[in-house]
């Protein structure tokens, strides 16, 4: 049974990905922050692994042998307000890991960010000349070069914006999807919203995530959805599906703010996609579980 080693266990991308790997046939190590309870899946156990603690990663070598780490965890900083932190999780930590998937001979996937090519960057594709003009995408770019320098086999993923049930505000759509959903809220269009996102639903991750562990697949890859959608369209079918007795808000603006496109060409195979209505009413579903 191959032993998997999940970072950032807990986290959006995290907790589906465990929830699925549950039900397969392998041992999974879910890595938590902090001390908790045991996991309701057998095959699931939790340990303690705390990223900015950089001596107690390497010494995990000492209690288990993973067959492939999985790391998702991350320090997602936007505002620079802590950036020895934000390096030492998001960089350091990465190197501590990479040193020991070397020392365990261990398969190892990183989760990146197609922030790598600049946060303003309007298309994009594997191939695009690299901008790291946030500190974020930066440590996330040099944890890049720190694992191919170190390993051989590992598979990079940069990902844009995935969407789903998420708790934190890393994605307006995802908050938009939260307000529909709990707080009855229906979003206001202030604008006409015409830009296009190609943004990835979560569980269509997992199953890219799935196939990789599957194939043994390295290399660097950019992860996002085929379907290009308008801001506007989504956020009227969040409304349509979680709000139908709502009346939907329309701002007209005197100022006109333009918005433009911002589509990232993925280069793996991500097979059949789950449509963005069909998201939104498994979410429903999900959310009344």
Excluded: W
Aim: include cysteine; glycine fraction near 4%; charge should be positive.
């Amino acid at each position: 049974m191959k032993k998997i080693l999940v970072t950032g266990a807990t986290g959006f991308i995290g907790s589906n990905l465990i929830k699925k790997l549950s039900k397969l046939n392998f041992k999974i190590y879910a890595a938590k922050r902090s001390p908790g309870t045991k996991s309701s899946f057998n095959n699931v156990q939790e340990i303690y692994l705390n990223l900015l603690d950089l001596k107690n990663i390497i010494k995990l070598n000492q209690n288990y042998k993973f067959d492939l780490i999985i790391h998702l965890g991350a320090d997602i900083n936007f505002d620079n307000k802590n950036k020895k932190k934000t390096f030492t999780i998001n960089t350091l930590a990465t190197k501590q890991l990479a040193l020991l998937a070397k020392k365990m001979k261990a398969k190892f996937i990183f989760a990146s960010t197609a922030l790598i090519y600049g946060k303003d960057k309007k298309n994009i594709n594997i191939k695009s000349r690299v901008c790291t003009d946030t500190y974020y995408a930066l440590t996330k770019y040099k944890a890049e070069k720190i694992l191919k320098s170190i390993l051989h086999n590992v598979c990079i993923l940069r990902f844009v914006g995935v969407y789903g049930l998420d708790y934190s505000n890393h994605l307006m759509l995802n908050k938009s999807i939260r307000d529909a959903l709990f707080k009855k809220t229906a979003p206001i269009l202030k604008h006409s919203l015409t830009a296009k996102r190609n943004y990835i639903y979560v569980m269509d991750v997992i199953k890219i995530i799935i196939r990789i562990i599957s194939s043994n697949l390295s290399g660097t890859y950019l992860i996002a959805s085929k379907k290009n959608l308008s801001i506007k369209s989504m956020l009227m079918n969040i409304y349509k599906i979680f709000l139908p007795q709502k009346k939907l808000l329309f701002i007209k603006q005197k100022e006109k703010v333009k918005v433009e496109d911002k589509i990232a060409t993925s280069n793996i195979n991500i097979g059949r996609e789950t449509k963005f209505t069909s998201a939104l009413i498994q979410i429903k579903k999900f959310s009344n579980l």
